[in-house]
């Protein structure tokens, strides 16, 4: 077969083999996992040392700011941050300001303190959602009762245990928000960290990663756990290899697949683009 | 009617507007007084625009059902769907567990809205890799480099990348923190620019888009 020939069918070539590929490539690692060894990335590092360096009885927030369309890379990045904060006997606020999240939110926060044997409103709390996204951190950081009288469960929140001393977000030392767009870590920092002064890391998905790394790099944010790969980097961290490691062989394999699939779209476009430079030529 | 129209909300523009830019460097207890209740009243607005929105979809969706207008059917599930939802989220309380037990709003949160939109995002990988092996082409020295880019950051995002090259994972941090942070705080910065433009602009009553195109 001619090759430039060839070249053209295959840049043309049906895209339920590419899915198909992309599939097995998916499939086949999740079934058998080679388990290759992560190397844990400075940001990440930052927000698990920032986490370990807080003593006991420290207030951290996490903001799951995320809907469940996001939730292959945050939920397990939530799961290790969580088992992190309730191993630490931090005082943990879960919170959301993605109404779609609100039951996955509570479902994850109640389901690692019940595994780490914490008890609602003594040891965390989980506040919900409230409408007004920037409005609400503005309002928390004024009076956080006042932003939420009661929490999910409808439970007045000033009488918490897990709330003594802690008024507005001033009073919170470390807040993480785990997002998926625009409202969450940039929202978080300009309404929230700017003002309350208090220390923000986040998490976020793979692709809107890139877009924080300036908030990393001038300290707005101490440090950043980026999509699926950043949430195993964080299970390697705690020492509890979850979801987030054994989907990483996927990834691995997917990416090489659509590397492969770049290269060799590559090729066969220089190959029947300098054919027809030849024809041209020729012609002239 | 033209100030009720006009006037009045660009004086409440300039007014809250001046007043809120100079609260954020007053640290006195009446000013934080005022931007509590403000954020109060912005939680409640937050929540009118909720029911707005709501209100604005379905009367969208009942017009084209309503006109038989194509896809129309889509229409009729959505309506299905949502109304069905918030009568089943009110009579629960909009509760998804009640003393540990799933309700009927928890059964359609988790087993239809989490893994319909799970769905939703995780086929955007096979379309990601379809597109990029149609689109993804050298056609000039920026889409080369870009290319190149894109690979070396595939490669050093994900540990096969950096067990068959181990160099892959430190060149892709320093695309990341250097190449990407730069470029993008520069765009972060004109875009912060163009936004204070535009609110001083509003503030001020230049800018008047937000008032509508209604009837003098």
């Given at each position: 077969m001619n090759p430039v020939s060839f070249a053209e069918r295959m840049l043309h070539i049906d895209r339920r083999i590419i899915f198909f590929m992309i599939g097995l490539c998916t499939l086949i690692p999740l079934l058998y996992p080679v388990g290759l060894a992560i190397k844990v990335s400075p940001e990440v590092k930052s927000v698990y040392d920032y986490i370990e360096s807080l003593p006991e009885g420290s207030v951290f927030l996490l903001s799951l700011d995320f809907d469940p369309a996001s939730k292959p890379e945050l939920y397990p990045q939530a799961v290790a941050l969580l088992h992190h904060a309730f191993k630490k006997n931090l005082r943990v606020i879960g919170m959301t300001l993605w109404l779609p999240g609100t039951g996955m939110a509570s479902e994850v926060v109640s389901r690692v303190a019940r595994e780490e044997g914490k008890v609602s409103g003594k040891d965390y709390v989980f506040l919900g959602w409230s409408p007004g996204a920037s409005s609400v951190i503005i309002n928390m950081g004024q009076d956080l009762y006042k932003a939420f009288p009661t929490d999910y469960n409808n439970q007045p929140t000033a009488e918490m245990p897990v709330l003594k001393g802690v008024q507005s977000l001033r009073d919170v030392n470390y807040v993480i928000s785990l997002a998926?767009?625009?409202?969450g870590i940039e929202t978080w920092y300009v309404f929230g960290k700017d003002k309350y002064k208090f220390e923000l890391g986040g998490g976020c998905t793979g692709v809107i990663a890139p877009g924080l790394y300036p908030l990393l790099r001038s300290g707005q944010i101490n440090g950043l756990i980026g999509g699926l790969r950043g949430a195993a980097e964080y299970e390697v961290l705690i020492g509890r290899n979850g979801n987030a490691v054994a989907g990483m062989d996927a990834q691995s394999a997917t990416h090489f697949a659509i590397i492969l699939l770049v290269i060799l779209c590559n090729v066969f476009y220089l190959l029947t683009r300098t054919s027809k430079n030849r024809a041209k030529q020729s012609r002239s | 009617m033209t100030f009720l129209r006009r006037q009045l909300p660009l004086l409440i523009t300039l007014v809250t507007g001046l007043l809120f830019a100079a609260q954020y460097y007053i640290p006195h207890p009446s000013s934080e007084l005022m931007l509590t209740s403000v954020s109060k009243w912005l939680q409640i607005i937050g929540g009118f625009a909720l029911i707005l929105g709501v209100t604005s979809l379905f009367h969208i969706h009942a017009v084209k059902i309503r006109r038989k207008e194509p896809g129309w059917g889509y229409s009729f599930v959505l309506y299905a769907g949502m109304i069905g939802t918030i009568v089943i989220g009110l009579w629960h309380g909009g509760k998804e567990t009640t003393d540990g037990v799933t309700t009927a709003f928890g059964w359609i949160y988790t087993f239809m809205m989490v893994p319909l939109q799970g769905t939703m995002f995780a086929i955007l990988a096979f379309f990601i890799a379809s597109a990029a092996y149609r689109s993804?082409?050298?056609?000039s020295r920026e889409a080369a480099v870009l290319l190149i880019a894109a690979i070396i950051v595939m490669m050093g995002r994900v540990p096969l990348g950096e067990h068959l090259i181990p160099i892959s994972g430190d060149i892709t941090q320093w695309i990341l923190n250097v190449l990407n942070a730069s470029v993008r705080r520069a765009i972060l910065i004109g875009v912060s620019l163009g936004a204070v433009a535009l609110s001083l602009k509003i503030i001020f009553g230049v800018e008047r888009a937000y008032l509508g195109g209604g009837k003098e």
């Open positions: 998926a767009g625009s409202t | 993804f082409r050298a056609r």
